[in-house]
């Protein structure tokens, strides 16, 4: 070959390579797509009806045109919700159950029966780097949204419980108890030292949408919200879609736990009509969450109880006037089974009977799906 040969062919050689390079990429790139789609865990919803067993779910459907969202549900199990030794649970041993996958005591908040602090599937799920919330229609303490963050031995420490939320990386939150924050005993101004340290504490739902913080809570009431049918605003509804489009914004997985409080409060209460617009203020969220399940794919939506309250049975009614007349049994819980429904990502492992501890390691192997 001459130079001028050589030069032909080394050209002839890179315009190949480059054409083969070109064209391996393309092959390459929607292959590694795909693939990381696939891998990637799936957003987890995680909706908690305090005190909503069967029979608040009846008196709520028949009092809603005799439907709700619960029947989009592709999944139903039924969780077993004793406490580590009492048959009847209170919502600490019950959202610890569930929360980190181990029976305790009633009142008892994120520790077994053997003193030991345990992990939450939300800081699990932490680990994992997904974005994490928590909504509450009680105060952010309570036992229940507690149960995802908190370890104390009694529920009623708040201001303990409050300064673990402090000291914590949930990224949003949402609930009332605000004075557990900035009306301590200790004289200390926790949402003064969070905002001090990268948090935006907000009190109106304006302000919770406008702030684009990464980390943002958002008070709704000082003390514990009232009922929804004497006022309570916003709707859980609104909450969790506020919530919902800043978790979509971030380019991770999330969790987010939602809990429907006060329908416990309207069972302890003996009180049907409390209980039932709870119901409903709880069922248009999860319509909310089965909404953005739908747009959005790879979403795991969970809804279930802690426990039931009033041992509840409904005894009359009239489906025309979509009216129900019921009868409650106690002032306090009831030790039946409740109902666990599910959709999305792997929600087929809910079926099923089983422990109260199970929805922890259930939630567990939908995240490493
Ligand atoms: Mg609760
Ligand atoms: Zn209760």
Redesign the pocket.
């Known amino acids: 070959m001459n130079i001028l040969n050589k030069f032909n062919f080394f050209l002839i050689v890179l315009f190949l390579s480059s054409i083969l390079n070109i064209h391996s990429q393309e092959q390459k790139y929607p292959g590694s797509f795909t693939i990381e789609k696939n891998e990637r865990p799936p957003n987890i919803i995680f909706m908690i009806g ?2 909503m067993g069967l029979s608040q779910i009846t008196a709520g459907t028949i009092s809603n045109k005799n439907t709700s969202s619960l029947e989009e549900m592709q999944y139903i199990g039924l969780q077993k919700t004793h406490s580590f030794n009492q048959l009847v649970t ?2 600490a041993a019950s959202g610890t159950a569930m929360a980190c996958g181990e029976k305790t005591y009633n009142g008892v908040v994120g520790i077994n029966s053997k003193n030991k602090q345990l992990e939450s599937i939300l800081e699990y799920c932490k680990s994992k780097n997904f974005t994490t919330a928590l909504i509450a229609t009680s105060s952010i303490v309570h036992a229940t949204p507690a149960s995802f963050y908190a370890n104390v031995n009694s529920r009623r420490q708040y201001e303990d419980i409050a300064l673990q939320l402090r000291y914590h990386s949930v990224d949003y939150f949402i609930g009332g108890g605000r004075k557990h924050f900035n009306r301590r005993e200790d004289k200390r101004d926790l949402i003064a030292e969070m905002e001090t340290e990268g948090y935006k504490i907000v009190n109106n739902i304006d302000n919770y949408d406008g702030y684009k913080n990464k980390k943002l809570g958002f008070f709704t009431y000082a003390d514990e919200p009232p009922p929804i049918n004497t006022g309570r605003k916003p709707s859980l509804e609104v909450l969790v879609n506020s919530t919902l489009d800043k978790l979509k914004s971030d380019d991770k997985p999330f969790f987010l736990m939602v809990e429907a409080s006060q329908i ?2 309207g ?2 209460a003996n009180d049907l009509p409390y209980i039932i617009s709870e119901f409903k203020d709880f069922n248009k969220a999860i319509s909310n969450a089965l909404d953005f399940a739908k747009l959005n794919g790879n979403t795991l939506i969970v809804v279930t109880a802690d ?1 039931e ?1 009033g041992g509840l049975a409904i005894k009359k009614g009239n489906l025309k006037k979509n009216s129900v007349i019921g009868d409650f049994t106690t002032i ?2 009831s030790g039946t089974m409740v109902p666990v429904f599910s959709y999305g990502s792997k929600s087929e492992i809910f079926t099923g009977i089983y422990e109260n501890t199970a929805i922890f390691n259930k939630l567990k192997i939908a995240v490493n799906k």
């Open positions: 305090d005190g209170d919502s416990d409060w069972g302890h426990h309250t306090g819980h």
